[in-house]
């Protein structure tokens, strides 16, 4: 088992950044993907970004280029840095857990999840 738990959202003006955190405990040991979602109201959870044990990363296109993804497997921690936000980009922020050592941006595939955090970008 491992739980997650997201912080770092919050209310920003359009053209701000944010950085998310979302910390791994339990079994936090061997190689695990981590990703982040979104869930904007009134809408499916839609993929964000991913990365692997290791560091590869994919992002969904409509974040590219102001969307970071990082981590520290040390402290079990990974990162979303969001720059440039939209208010297209507010919905509740979650991320996600699966052991694998392979990439994948299906929230099915996903077993373990956090509780969310909020962003919210104005214009």
């Known amino acids: 088992q491992v739980q997650l738990v997201e912080s770092g959202g919050g209310l920003v003006q359009a053209g701000g950044s944010l950085r998310l955190s979302c910390a791994a405990s339990?079994?936090?040991?061997?190689?695990?993907?981590m990703g982040w979602f979104r869930q904007a109201p009134g809408k499916e959870r839609e993929f964000v970004s991913v990365?692997?044990?290791?560091?590869?990363?994919r992002y969904v296109d409509s974040v590219k280029d102001r969307f970071t993804i990082s981590r520290d497997n040390a402290k079990n921690t990974v990162y979303l840095q969001m720059n440039r936000l939209k208010p297209e980009d507010t919905a509740v922020y979650y991320c996600a857990a699966k052991y694998t050592s392979q990439i994948t941006s299906r929230t099915s595939d996903y077993p373990y999840w956090g509780q969310g955090t909020q962003v919210t970008v104005s214009s």
């Open positions: 339990g079994r936090t040991s061997g190689p695990y993907t």
């Open positions: 990365i692997t044990w290791n560091g590869l990363t």
